[in-house]
């Protein structure tokens, strides 16, 4: 079974302080994970994903295999920043169930 | 270019009753997701379809909840005999093939009265 765990319901911090959404994932194969994001009033959308080691927005997620996370980190948060952040993992063998977290919600204080 | 859509918006019906929910996928797009979301949860997986054909239809939750995608564009998502419980946003995603970006449509906010 594959299983998404975002332990941080709602996370709150200063604007300029760095942020890190975590998330562990259970899967028994190689994982595809990916992070999106909802922004007030707008629909899910892609933020990033884990083979493109890209950063976007100022944003970055590094899978650790041992530890089996994926959390996303940004060094100085914005106010823009501020929106729902779901985890998500595809899995792979021929079956392409998609599992996302529970989400946490990301407050930027001005 | 035109994104996803999802029809109607809002659904109001009484338990017992059919419902359907329609997903217009981005042109070209063979890969469409069906999700549906409860307050405060993540969208949880119901049906993947590549093409015409449900690939991974495991988490539909029982016997009432059906889709079918007959021409590999348009999706369509059908409730039997509705129930409380079935009230949720309905998601529905497209993207260009498998382990892409999925690109979401507003949803379908059912309430089972």
């Known amino acids: 079974a594959q299983r998404v765990t975002q332990p941080e319901k709602l996370l709150s911090v200063f604007k300029g302080a760095p942020v890190e959404l975590k998330c562990n994932y259970s899967?028994?194969?190689?994982?595809?994970l990916f992070w999106y994001v909802q922004y007030s009033r707008q629909r899910l959308q892609l933020l990033l994903r884990h083979i493109s080691r890209e950063s976007i927005k100022g944003f970055t997620a590094d899978l650790n295999k041992g530890e089996t996370s994926f959390h996303l980190k940004k060094p100085f948060a914005q106010e823009e920043d501020s929106a729902m952040y779901y985890c998500?993992?595809?899995?792979?063998?021929?079956?392409?169930?998609?599992?996302f977290g529970t989400g946490t919600k990301l407050q930027v204080i001005p | 270019g035109a994104g996803v859509s999802q029809t109607p918006s809002n659904k109001v019906t009484e338990k017992g009753k059919y419902v359907e929910l329609r997903c217009d996928p981005i042109?070209?797009?063979?890969?469409l997701y069906w999700y549906r979301q409860s307050l405060g949860q993540g969208p949880e997986f119901l049906i993947y379809f590549q093409g015409t054909g449900a690939a991974d239809d495991s988490g539909l939750p029982n016997d009432r909840f059906f889709a079918v995608r007959p021409e590999g564009s348009v999706s369509t998502l059908k409730i039997q005999r509705t129930e409380r419980g079935d009230s949720a946003v309905y998601l529905c995603?497209?993207?260009?093939?498998?382990?892409?970006?999925?690109?979401f449509g507003p949803g379908t906010r059912l309430t089972v009265l």
């Open positions: 995603a497209s993207s260009n093939r498998p382990y892409n970006e999925q690109f």
């Open positions: 998500a993992l595809y899995g792979s063998g021929g079956y392409q169930k998609v599992t």
């Open positions: 899967y028994s194969g190689s994982p595809e």
């Open positions: 042109s070209g797009h063979t890969a």
